[in-house]
């Protein structure tokens, strides 16, 4: 258990050293340069999905009802 952690924490600082040293050789690149931040737009986008659920009546009878739920995901432009 103690191995797994160890292994877990050295794999994160490794992966943090990786990204501190990218931007910092982004950034010494073009020193004039001040970045254009890209606005985003952001759309959501929903669809209906269906499910059949079954259910009974009093007397145990089995009958099925159509449900329609929105699944929305947003998307990013």
């Known amino acids: 258990m103690l191995n797994k952690i160890a292994i ?3 794999a994160a600082g490794i992966a943090a050293m990786t990204g501190l040293g ?3 050789t982004t950034a010494s ?3 004039g340069y001040q970045g254009y ?7 959501r986008i ?3 999905v269906t499910h059949y659920v079954k259910w009974f009546d009093r007397h145990g009878h089995p009958h099925w ?3 329609v739920n ?8």
């Open 8 to 10: 877990t924490a050295a």
């Open 22 to 24: 990218a931007m910092t």
């Open 29 to 31: 690149a073009a020193p």
């Open 37 to 43: 931040q890209h606005h985003q737009r952001s759309h």
């Open 46 to 48: 929903c669809k209906p």
């Open 65 to 67: 009802r159509k449900v």
């Open 70 to 77: 929105m699944r929305c995901t947003i998307r990013w432009y």
